[in-house]
Structures are given as structure tokens and as C-alpha cells.
């Protein structure tokens, strides 16, 4: 890969002085080692790859905000952020593993925590919460419709002590109080992130995908639970998208395709998949923006990485980020 695709461009806080502190070799140490990682990288030609944001505790899902801003679940500090380009704001917080986020058009933001007796959590833009839910089986994925219906991925994977006594499913939750299970399965399948194509069917990934089956993604008839394989041989699927406007084609990650290396990969309308970038570390969640900036949340180093096109420079990144503080 041509060097001059893996340009990184990282804002550092200014250090005066000849005498570092502990913290400030420490930061600088820390940088360093995220950047020999970014040579690991191969974006396609055409694209680059930089740091966006740097000391997560545990980046997980993502989200962009009706401004176009970028919500990350802060999984291990149980919060969820909102980055501006002059900080991270909390938007709410005390939560337990927080995993899955998502916006609709009014503002609200909706939240599950990846526990054994997860929560459905509701926060309207003036910050009231509001748990929709509880006693849920480790949720991963939310998606809430433009109805009012809450769709939320459950897995009893990580706690079933039983190799092959695993069940998942996806829940909704519609706005007139019912309560609805689709797509219940046992032992091949485990549901992680979701998303609302532009055909009103939900397609959820499988993480379980290269070891007890190769369907990587499933499409769900949200009316009658109807479930059917969509696409076959990515492993370990994490999280997905669509395009700003709903539209294929899809963008998915995948966590770990061997050796503790993540990938992220194109997926058209027919279900056929394509490789995009490779290299990265472990790998959670995907978000596009409408100028074609995409953002992954990489939980091996707490960093949000961001691939663009050549033609967006620097000075038309509305969304800068920040170094986490170094």
C-alpha cells in the first residue's frame, strides 16, 4: 500500500518546556504506539486513515447525532459521549456496559447495557431518562424506526454455561405498549448489532458467523418474524450501517477475523460481501456520514479511527475530534 494513503493527522495539546512529566512521556508513548498501528492499515486506494479520538474506555457503539454529530458508548466507563470539536460531553451516564445506541429524528437517544439484566434506556435532548425496559438478556443492537418501534438484539451467549445452550432473538418494542419476539434461534446464531434497511426489513449481524455457521448477516420481516440468511462469509460480526440516506450499500465490521485483527467490508443489495480496509485491532461498530467519513470504534486501543475520501482535506472535517488529551 502506497505510504501516501496512511497520512495521519493528530492534534496534540502543546507541551512547553524541556522537562516532560511522568503523564506527558507517558501520553506521548501512547500516541507513538497508536501510530506504528495505523501502518498496519490498508485502506483502498483512494482513502486515508486517521486517529479521531483517543482515550476511550471501551469504544463501542456508535451513533450520529440530527447535527451530524458522533455518539460513542463508552462500554467500560459505562456513559455515552458526544464528541464536539472542543470536547466530549456526557450525555448520560451510571450505566453498565452500555453497548448498542441509536437516535431518531426527534433528538431521543436509546441505549441497552450488555449484561445479564440489561436495560432499555430512553434520553430525550433535554436529558430526562426513561428505562423503556429491564431484565434483558445482554442486549447488543438497537434500532428504533420512524413508527416509534424499538428494535433490540438479545443473546444469552456469553451467558449460557453450556457450549450449545445459547439462544437469541430480537425484541420490539412498539409504541402502543406491545411487546413482540422475532426471530428466536438457538445455538448457531448469536444477534449483535441491527439496522432498518431501505426496504423496512432488519438486518442484524451474527456474531457467532465462522464458527457455528457462515450466515454473517440475517434480514427480519418486522411484521411477521419472517428470517432469512443475507449474507454469508464474514466472521464475527460486530456492527453495521447503511448509508446517510438508509440505502445499500451496507458497511460492516468485523470483530476479530483471526489473530486479534479486525476488517471492515462492503456488502451490496444482493448480500454479496467486499473486503474495504484491513489491519485494524479488534473492531465494534461502524457509522458513515454524509460526506462519506467513516467512522469504526477500535476497543483494542480505546480509539475511534475515522477512513475518508481523498477529496475531504483536512480543513473540512466539521468534526475534528480530539486526542483523548495527549
Known sequence: MPARLLVLFVFLVPLTGAVYSNEAVSAKLALSRMEESLSSLQPPEGYR???YWTGLDGPDGLALS???RLVVCEELAGRVLLLEPDGA???VEDLDHPEGVCIDGKGNLYVVEDVGDGRLLRVSESGEVSVL????????GVAVSSDGTVYVSQSTVQLSALPLGYRTWVTAF???????TLAYGRYVRS?????????GLLYVCNEASGVSTWDAVVSIDPRTGQTDGFCRGPVSCEGLCFQPGGDFPMLLVEEDVGGGSGRLSIVSGDGRFQPFASGFGTLEDVVVDGEGRIFVTQDSD???LVIYPD???RGEFSGSGQSGGL
Not at 174 to 180: F, I, T
Not at 191 to 199: K, V
Open 174 to 180: 412498539r409504541p402502543e405498549g406491545l411487546v413482540d
Open 191 to 199: 444477534y449483535s448489532g441491527l439496522a432498518i434497511g431501505p426496504d
Open 302 to 304: 480505546g480509539t475511534v
Open 49 to 51: 486513515v486517521r486517529i
Open 89 to 91: 460531553r456526557v450525555l
Open 66 to 68: 440530527n447535527e451530524g
Open 133 to 140: 425496559a429491564d431484565r434483558l438478556s445482554a442486549p447488543e
Open 311 to 313: 477529496k475531504v482535506e
